[in-house]
């Protein structure tokens, strides 16, 4: 298996543009997170999902944000519009329930907005 | 609020200088305690589950053990391969599979 994928791997855009972060989950894993990483707060846990339906999105820093899986094999983050400080590294993170959670991490988009 | 506290924030150790790394936690019942890896440019690689306290995991020169308020990762001769961002993070029984992480500790180890 690949492992997790996510693209893009950097994204640069301007204040205000959508931006649409991209991940396919390991196959067969029924959990799917996504985690957004500063130097300032470290790894905060933004929604997941389980069998496609999100369980938790408490983390999600406001409206602009949102987040979908549409099918077992693909999920979407967007921000729209994008501001300064959502510039951050973005991982998607999956895992099988059962498996000691241990969860397999994608290797990140970096996202700057200017 | 479950809350995870790892100290210190950056260790800088020699090559076979062994120490420890911690992580405090508050949580609402511990259903499980991670410890991860990460490496510049990468995203965190799972190291250990604990799940109850007098627990311990080993792998190579790390070993993670576990009591009822904190976690310790023991780096027993690190080489400077084992220079990384270590990471705690927790599951709480109330959040079904919902994992917080701490903002972790880098660590260097000088040849």
């Known amino acids: 298996d690949a492992g997790v994928i996510q693209s893009p791997r950097h994204e640069v855009t301007e204040m205000g543009q959508e931006v649409t972060l991209r991940c396919k989950p390991i196959s067969g894993h029924d959990y799917l997170f996504w985690y957004r990483q500063t130097m300032m707060r470290g790894l905060e846990l933004l929604i997941y999902?389980?069998?496609?339906?999100?369980?938790?999105d408490s983390g999600m820093p406001e409206d602009r944000f949102s987040a979908k899986m549409p099918n077992a094999s693909f999920s979407t983050l967007k921000i729209q519009p994008s501001e300064p400080r959502d510039s951050a590294v973005y991982f998607c993170?999956?895992?099988?329930?059962?498996?000691?959670?241990?969860?397999?991490f994608g290797s990140g988009t970096q996202l700057s907005v200017l | 609020e479950d809350q995870v506290t790892q100290s210190p924030e950056a260790l800088r150790l020699q090559e076979g200088e062994s120490s420890s790394l911690n992580c405090s936690y508050t949580?609402?019942?511990?259903?499980?305690l991670f410890w991860y890896r990460q490496d510049p440019g990468k995203g965190p690689e799972f190291l250990f589950t604990l799940y109850s306290a007098g627990e311990e995991k080993e792998k190579e020169r790390l070993k993670a053990t576990l009591t009822k308020k904190e976690s310790f990762l023991h780096i027993t001769a690190p080489k400077p391969e084992d220079s990384a961002t270590y990471l705690c993070?927790?599951?709480?029984?109330?959040?079904?599979?919902?994992?917080?992480f701490g903002s972790g500790t880098r660590l260097s180890i000088r040849p």
């Open positions: 999902f389980n069998n496609n339906v999100p369980i938790d």
């Open positions: 993070a927790v599951q709480a029984d109330s959040s079904a599979s919902k994992i917080i």
């Open positions: 993170a999956s895992t099988l329930r059962g498996a000691g959670e241990k969860l397999f």
């Open positions: 949580v609402s019942g511990l259903r499980g």
